[in-house]
């Protein structure tokens, strides 16, 4: 599930720095739940645990029980479960009655693997890239740098399954069938000076053209996803803010008769030089020019 993320503005080389939740669920709406005929129902209670492939919650009888449907002898391994069967669901409460006839499941029938593990080995074979992105315009191209006050566009240049979903996949893994359906829930953007800007969607492309016949100051900003600096890089270490654009995805999970949420995040750090310009004075008389305003002096 590791991915490259590209940006295309003096992109260091570094690899994509990559995380993925380590447990199911999250603290998004839904999480991990058990569901009987489309609601949610608890996956315990004081008769036993749910199991969607009887709509029972069954508890683990401690031997073969004397019933007429257990006088065929059944290989080693069988396992007994009384039933208390599921009827209704009120108020998110189920209600049912205790059935007479068991559940058995032969070696082989037993769900041999818990829902959750499933879906979290699922989703690590589903093909996950981290996006390329770009930070764009660039007034002053040759330099690839920004400038103060003008706006900064912030696009994913290859939306699709793999980098911004819907991405599905259905997989059957200890006898459980497990859907999970991975999109990418937002980008989070940390500017480098503080400031953090979060996109819900791909964001917009920036054109040529959308800066043709415009002054700095009439340039336009992104309806989905930019920025404007307020102050140079010029103070910073290296001269260039520290930008870390943040894909946030949700994938969402179904299968065993539970549901949930599984997150993932996927970042990238890059260096964004951004300067100001200053208005330069010029001697009439023919001296060399020389800048209006000293350069900001950065405190230690």
Aim: glycine letters at 10%; aromatic letters at 8%; proline letters at 10%.
């Amino acid at each position: 599930m590791t991915g490259k993320c590209l940006l295309r503005v003096g992109d260091d080389g570094n690899p994509p720095k990559t995380s993925v939740e380590k447990t199911p669920g999250s603290k998004k709406p839904g999480g991990s739940a058990c569901v009987f005929e489309g609601q949610v129902v608890p996956c315990r209670t004081e008769n036993g645990f749910f199991d969607a492939a009887s709509h029972c919650y069954l508890t683990l009888a401690p031997g073969p029980l004397p019933t007429i449907t257990q006088s065929a002898d059944r290989p080693p391994g069988t396992k007994y479960y009384w039933c208390w069967v599921i009827l209704d669901v009120v108020d998110g409460k189920p209600e049912g009655i205790e059935r007479f006839e068991p559940v058995i499941r032969e070696p082989g029938e037993t769900r041999t693997i818990d829902p959750r593990v499933a879906a979290q080995q699922v989703v690590k074979t589903m093909n996950f890239v981290a996006p390329q992105l770009r930070v764009s315009p660039y007034v002053q191209s040759a330099n690839r740098v920004g400038i103060v006050n003008v706006p900064v566009w912030m696009w994913v240049t290859d939306p699709g399954p793999t980098t911004t979903g819907p991405q599905t996949k259905t997989a059957v893994l200890g006898g459980v069938s497990i859907t999970a359906t991975g999109t990418v829930d937002r980008i989070e953007w940390s500017m480098g000076e503080g400031e953090t800007v979060t996109c819900k969607g791909a964001g917009t492309p920036f054109t040529k053209a959308m800066a043709t016949g415009r002054s700095l100051k009439d340039m336009p900003s992104s309806p989905t996803c930019g920025f404007k600096y307020s102050k140079t890089s010029q103070c910073e270490k290296s001269g260039k803010y520290n930008v870390t654009a943040t894909a946030y995805w949700i994938v969402h999970w179904t299968g065993g008769g539970m549901q949930g949420d599984i997150p993932l995040d996927f970042s990238r750090s890059i260096p964004l030089q951004i300067t100001d310009l200053r208005p330069v004075l010029v001697d009439p008389d023919g001296g060399s020019a020389s800048p209006s305003v000293r350069p900001r002096a950065c405190s230690s």
